[in-house]
């Protein structure tokens, strides 16, 4: 399996600003993805990050509020933009591995809390 | 209606005791189902891959599909302390298209008690 990371794994920012969050991956993977775990609530997909393209975002979400980079097939970028206290989470990135088809690998999360 | 119900728990158990963790979905499309633990403060680690109907067996850890009744369920024998985390459920329709739509249960903390 493939071992991802990310960064920073935790902050506590305040509400009207902006947080990057990075996702390193050891091998090089075709499909990354994104996912907000709230406090008590499932997993929930942001975003579909594609090389070279426009991320694909999931309804409910959309690129201002959570621009996308993915410039290579080992990284990708999450900013949470303009963030309110409903953006307190945990956000994961995934990838998908082809061996079980069909399944994704986590990295650790980073957990955020907006004041 | 929720596409896939889990119940959050929690479920405490003591050491040594058999676990039944379990989750019912809507979708008939559905035809690839996972398990992942979740420890505190933890990212998600894939715990089991099931694709399509039947039992997959995994050391304490067995898996179960069932379709007609649109029902999952994972047990643990001989459970630890260790075990102690959260079990999510996951599903995926079949198909290359779908590639990325994993919907997850709520999950379901389980405390093993020495």
């Known amino acids: 399996s493939a071992v991802i990371s990310q960064k920073p794994s935790r902050d506590i920012c305040q509400r009207g600003t902006s947080l990057t969050i990075q996702c390193q991956v050891d091998?090089?993977?075709?499909?990354m993805f994104w996912y907000r775990q709230q406090p008590g609530q499932s997993l929930t997909l942001i975003a579909t990050?594609?090389?070279?393209?426009?991320?694909?975002?999931e309804s409910g979400f959309v690129i201002d509020k959570f621009p996308i980079s993915r410039p290579n097939l080992t990284f990708s970028t999450l900013t949470v933009s303009n963030m309110s206290p409903e953006d307190s989470s945990i956000y994961l990135c995934?990838?998908?591995?082809?061996?079980?088809?069909?399944?994704?690998?986590f990295g650790p999360g980073t957990r955020l809390l907006v004041l | 209606q929720k596409e896939v119900e889990q119940d959050p728990g929690p479920l405490s158990v003591p050491e040594g005791a058999i676990v039944s963790l379990n989750c019912t979905y809507s979708?008939?499309?559905?035809?690839?189902f996972m398990w992942y633990r979740q420890y505190s403060r933890k990212g998600p680690e894939l715990l089991m891959y099931?694709?399509?109907?039947g039992n997959k067996e995994d050391g304490r850890f067995t898996a179960q599909v069932d379709k007609s009744s649109k029902y999952i369920s994972l047990f643990i024998r001989d459970s630890q302390p260790s075990d102690s985390a959260t079990y999510l459920c996951?599903?995926?329709?079949?198909?290359?298209?779908?590639?990325?739509?994993?919907?997850f249960g709520q999950g379901t903390t389980l405390q093993v008690k020495p």
């Open positions: 995934s990838v998908e591995w082809d061996r079980p088809q069909e399944t994704q690998y």
């Open positions: 091998s090089q993977v075709t499909m």
């Open positions: 990050a594609n090389q070279g393209s426009e991320a694909t975002y």
């Open positions: 979708n008939s499309a559905f035809q690839y």
């Open positions: 099931t694709y399509s109907s």
């Open positions: 996951a599903m995926s329709p079949y198909g290359s298209s779908n590639t990325g739509k994993l919907i």
